[in-house]
């Protein structure tokens, strides 16, 4: 009989006191044939995000908490970091599974998503990185919608980032070979990982909800100047890993610096802020492009060109 393997998450937090007990035991209370090695790095929190910690550590360590997979090792730090790509790094150089996972600490883990993932990783021994499922959810965790994964398309990487990251699982072997996650990224380093991962090693979708994905106001995800950020990042890589900038990246990249940084009354006027960024789009793809790909010719959509008229979040959970 096969050995169970050891699955190693690793959760980066901030003064996420408000999220954090519902992510550490989402991941404790796991269950499956598997031993759970659970890290949390935590970035020298100023709210009760400590003290949270410490009580699910004396949970396990006085015997209290009912464990219901092979063993839990759970370990923490508390301390200044140079942000969450560098509280990543600094946790997956603590792991010890063979299996390798993050989840953010406003992020939830569903009830059998550890078994799902090493079951499937076990069954398909080709496979280095599997990603289910996520439901978004809103502060107080009530579903919102659902995160729109599609089955593993390398080439389809370069403009829609369909891997969602909370419901992601990889091999240690294919995080080691692909160089680990780059700490010079704030943003994108999710995106930047997995293309890595997908140029060397099989990625397969496992059709099952693993996970919940927190938005909220304070999340990088809803914020104008993080998100203008995030895709001048994913802009990089594109143009690094598939030679290409999209248009549908460059606008957004556009959308979100006009609407952070228009004067009020322009950022406030929809039909001003979608002509702004249009404008800027067109001039920044022709020049990151050096011209006109054809391979634009499959974002013209009606579905991308609806999209130019929603908000973020109806776009994301829509």
């Keep these: 009989m096969a050995e169970s393997p050891v699955i190693s998450v690793?959760?980066?937090?901030?003064?996420?006191?408000?999220?954090?007990a519902a992510t550490i035991e989402s991941v404790l209370g796991q269950e499956?044939?598997?031993?759970?090695d659970y890290i949390v790095v935590d970035g020298g929190s100023t709210d009760q995000s400590v003290a949270i910690v410490r009580r699910y550590q004396e949970l396990l360590d006085r015997g209290e908490w009912q464990v219901?997979?092979?063993?839990?090792?759970?370990?923490?730090?508390?301390?200044?970091?140079?942000?969450?790509?560098d509280a990543l790094v600094k946790g997956f150089a603590l792991a010890r599974g063979e299996i390798l996972a993050w989840l953010n600490s406003d992020d939830t883990?569903?009830?059998?998503?550890?078994q799902s993932a090493a079951g499937f990783l076990a069954g398909?021994?080709?496979i280095a990185l599997v990603y289910g499922e996520a439901d978004y959810c809103d502060a107080e965790g009530a579903r919102i919608g659902r995160y729109r994964v599609e089955d593993f398309d390398y080439q389809k990487l370069a403009y829609r980032h369909y891997i969602c990251q909370p419901a992601t699982f990889f091999t240690r072997e294919a995080y080691q070979a692909a160089g680990g996650l780059d700490p010079a990224l704030h943003?994108?380093?999710?995106?930047?990982?997995?293309?890595?991962?997908?140029?060397?090693?099989?990625?397969?979708r496992l059709p099952?909800?693993?996970?919940?994905?927190?938005?909220?106001?304070?999340?990088?995800?809803?914020?104008?100047?993080?998100?203008?950020h995030y895709h001048e990042e994913t802009l990089r890589l594109a143009l690094k890993y598939f030679d290409w900038a999209p248009l549908n990246v460059v606008y957004g990249s556009s959308y979100h610096l006009c609407r952070a940084r228009l004067p009020g009354f322009l950022a406030?006027?929809?039909?001003?802020?979608?002509?702004?960024?249009?404008?800027?789009?067109?001039?920044?793809?022709?020049?990151?492009?050096?011209?006109?790909?054809?391979?634009?010719?499959?974002?013209?959509?009606?579905?991308?060109?609806?999209?130019?008229?929603?908000?973020?979040?109806?776009?994301l959970t829509g």
Aim: overall charge positive; aromatic content about 12%.
């Design 68 to 85: 219901r997979c092979g063993g839990i090792t759970f370990r923490w730090l508390s301390e200044q970091d140079r942000g969450q790509t």
């Design 10 to 20: 690793v959760t980066a937090s901030y003064n996420q006191g408000g999220f954090l």
């Design 124 to 126: 398909n021994p080709g």
């Design 268 to 315: 406030a006027s929809k039909p001003g802020l979608i002509g702004a960024s249009l404008i800027c789009a067109l001039f920044r793809s022709l020049k990151m492009n050096r011209g006109v790909r054809a391979r634009e010719l499959r974002l013209l959509t009606w579905a991308n060109l609806k999209n130019i008229f929603k908000e973020r979040i109806d776009i």
């Design 208 to 228: 099952s909800c693993l996970a919940t994905y927190r938005l909220h106001d304070d999340s990088k995800t809803m914020r104008d100047e993080v998100l203008f």
């Design 109 to 114: 883990y569903l009830p059998g998503a550890l």
């Design 32 to 36: 499956g044939e598997f031993s759970l």
């Design 187 to 204: 943003y994108a380093m999710d995106y930047d990982l997995f293309v890595r991962i997908a140029r060397r090693f099989g990625c397969r």
